[in-house]
């Protein structure tokens, strides 16, 4: 069980507001992620075809794969339920974006093509905050799963999960794109 009691009150809750700033954050981030994906720019259909340049095909099934999956991510992460899982969600978006689209274009996303520091940021975060968990302010822990999710099993869904998923998704998916 992961505790950091403060001594003279024997409570964590400057871990549990921290573990919750983090999970709204990232939440907000992933939300509006899916929602750009689907009702802004191009819409669904942009994004499809934007996948389709960089190589996932059909466009259209992992436009719409990806952006569901930011939108409960995120909601998941808000929430604080069912945390490694939805951090999972985040991880495997991610790696697929930087796969796919950002690892090419250096570290720094200022630069053209947008680097890979920000996709590599909110990877490592939910690989973080899988293993962490969702702390006392959470669903997860009003439901009395929170420390069953905790640690290395924690980490192990969020890295495990996240990153086989987006292997497997790319494995079979995913074709570099020829350049004319």
Do not use: C, Q
């Amino acid at each position: 069980m992961l505790t950091f009691e403060n001594a003279s009150t024997g409570t964590n809750g400057g871990v549990d507001a921290a573990l919750l700033i983090i999970r709204i954050a990232l939440g907000v981030v992933m939300i509006a992620h899916g929602y750009n994906h689907i009702f802004r720019g191009g819409k669904i259909k942009g994004t499809a075809g934007w996948f389709e340049s960089l190589g996932m095909k059909p466009g259209i099934l992992h436009a719409w794969t990806a952006s569901i999956t930011e939108l409960a991510a995120g909601a998941m992460l808000i929430l604080g339920i069912a945390t490694p899982l939805a951090a999972a969600g985040v991880v495997g978006v991610m790696l697929v974006a930087f796969i796919t689209n950002h690892r090419k274009n250096g570290f720094f996303i200022f630069r053209p093509g947008e680097g890979y520091e920000y996709v590599l940021t909110l990877l490592l975060v939910g690989i973080a905050i899988g293993g962490l968990g969702a702390g006392n302010w959470s669903i997860d822990h009003a439901l009395g799963i929170a420390d069953e999710m905790l640690g290395w099993r924690g980490l192990a869904i969020s890295a495990g999960l996240g990153g086989g998923g987006a292997l497997a998704l790319l494995a079979v998916f995913y074709r570099v794109p020829v350049k004319d």
